[in-house]
Every structure is written in C-alpha cells, then in structure tokens.
C-alpha cells in the first residue's frame, strides 16, 4: 500500500537544482541506501509528512511562478505511485526532474517510454569493489543498468559523484570514470565534495583532504561543483 505522506518536506523555490530552471525540491522520505556521507539521515530514516493532495495544492499555486519540480529525497523512485504522481505534476504544466541513486532501473524506464521526464541528475557512489562500503548496499549492477538506459535515450542528464577522500581517491575516480566512458556516458562528470556535517549517517569526519585534480584521468570531462 504506498504511503499516505510520502513526501519528507517541499523547498518552494530553486534556482540551482534544476538546471535552467525555476524550480521547487520535493524531497521523499525514505531511502534504500545508507551512504555514508548521507546528511540528510532526517529524510532517509524519518517518515513523510506531507501527502500527495496536499503536494498538489502547493504546485497548484505554483503555476506560472515556476517551470519545474525536483523529485529528490531520499529515493524519490521508491514512491509506488510515483508515475500517477508525474502524470499530475506533468498536466499542471510543470517539467520534472528527478534525482536518483540509480537502484531502481525499471522505474526510470518506464517513466522515460512515459515522457513523464525532462532531465535526470543520477548518483555514481563508486565502483563494485567500494560500492557497498560506502553505499551498504548491493545496488552496483541496478545503478549500471539505469546508467545505460538513460546513456541510450535523448533525455538529457547528468552524472555526479560526491566524495570524501577517505572514501574515494583519485584512483577511485579515474575507474569510475572509466566505467562511465565504457558505458557511453558523453557527458560531464560532476564531483561535489563531501561537505561536513556531524549528522552525517556514517559520522564521517571532516573531509581530511581534497583530491589531487592533477591526478585526476583527463579522458572525461571533470567539474566540481564546490
Ligand atoms: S546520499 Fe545515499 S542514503 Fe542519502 S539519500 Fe542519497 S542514496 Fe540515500
């Protein structure tokens, strides 16, 4: 049975999170991965608050201020209503973006045949070897097949990573990019440093070190985002 408030909390407005675009973060409660790095552990453990009528009262009044919502969390793709939920958002005219730690490939799939998305942000956490340490989960070959799907259609995308040194290091980085590349991943290759938090699911310390860029492969663009 889905949940009755599956939504965690709605941030009203962005302009960073949905890229050019005015768009507002609803973030789901729940998560099927326990990264270590996590700091939103209010979202991943906690329960939703917020229910779907009353997630659509505030797109409601929001059409003609923004253009877009964020479907984030969380893991916004264990919604089981989810594509009846992207089918109302889609007739308010908004476009929708959904964020995602790739563990549910069939979901992305379907809402892609849907046309129910306009742009996707998806988490890289790391090659198999690391992937469950830093994940405690077993999501790799899920998180491999949503990569290929979204490398195979012409909604656009992006690929980001965040990373503690302790964590990843450069060698880390430069294999994860390897696999993107083999997976036909054309695009740029976002890293956003771990920032601190004492909140953090895995009560990592603060980032020790930042990663040497001039060690970083070249065969890939590379960004950081902080
Ligand atoms: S960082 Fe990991 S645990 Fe936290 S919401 Fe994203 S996938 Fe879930």
Same mark, same amino acid.
């Given at each position: 049975?889905? /949940?009755?408030?599956?939504?965690?909390?709605?941030?009203?407005?962005?302009?960073?999170?949905?890229?050019?675009?005015?768009?507002?973060?609803?973030?789901?409660?729940? =998560?099927?991965? $326990? =990264?270590?790095? =996590?700091?939103?552990?209010?979202?991943?453990?906690?329960?939703?608050? #917020?229910?779907?009528?009353?997630? &659509?009262?505030? &797109? $409601?009044?929001?059409?003609? $201020?923004?253009?877009?919502?964020?479907?984030?969390?969380?893991? =916004?793709?264990?919604?089981?209503?989810?594509?009846?939920? /992207?089918?109302? #958002?889609?007739? &308010?005219?908004?476009? #929708?973006?959904?964020?995602?730690?790739?563990?549910?490939?069939?979901?992305?799939?379907?809402?892609?045949?849907?046309?129910?998305? @306009?742009?996707?942000?998806?988490?890289?956490?790391?090659?198999?070897?690391?992937?469950?340490?830093?994940?405690?989960?077993?999501?790799?070959?899920?998180?491999?097949?949503?990569?290929? #799907? &979204? /490398?195979?259609?012409?909604?656009?995308?992006?690929?980001?990573?965040?990373?503690?040194?302790?964590?990843?290091?450069?060698?880390?980085?430069?294999?994860?990019?390897?696999?993107?590349?083999?997976?036909?991943?054309?695009?740029?290759?976002?890293?956003?440093?771990?920032?601190? @938090?004492?909140?953090?699911?895995?009560?990592?310390?603060?980032?020790?070190?930042?990663?040497?860029?001039?060690?970083?492969?070249?065969?890939?663009?590379?960004?950081? $985002?902080?």
């Amino acid at each position: 049975m889905a /949940c009755a408030k599956p939504v965690f909390d709605i941030t009203p407005f962005t302009m960073l999170d949905f890229p050019d675009h005015l768009a507002c973060i609803v973030w789901f409660a729940g =998560c099927n991965m $326990r =990264c270590s790095y =996590c700091y939103n552990p209010h979202i991943v453990l906690g329960k939703g608050n #917020i229910g779907v009528d009353e997630l &659509l009262d505030f &797109l $409601r009044k929001k059409v003609g $201020r923004l253009e877009g919502v964020v479907l984030s969390g969380g893991e =916004c793709t264990l919604y089981p209503k989810l594509t009846e939920l /992207c089918y109302k #958002i889609k007739e &308010l005219g908004f476009k #929708i973006k959904i964020d995602t730690n790739g563990s549910s490939p069939q979901v992305l799939d379907s809402l892609l045949k849907k046309s129910l998305i @306009d742009f996707v942000s998806l988490d890289f956490k790391a090659a198999k070897s690391l992937f469950k340490n830093i994940t405690h989960s077993n999501f790799y070959d899920s998180f491999i097949h949503s990569l290929q #799907i &979204l /490398c195979l259609n012409s909604v656009p995308f992006e690929v980001r990573t965040t990373v503690h040194a302790d964590l990843l290091n450069e060698k880390a980085i430069n294999e994860m990019a390897d696999i993107l590349l083999e997976n036909g991943y054309k695009g740029i290759y976002y890293l956003q440093n771990y920032l601190h @938090d004492e909140n953090s699911l895995g009560n990592l310390n603060a980032n020790p070190k930042k990663l040497d860029k001039t060690l970083l492969t070249d065969k890939i663009r590379i960004k950081f $985002r902080n």
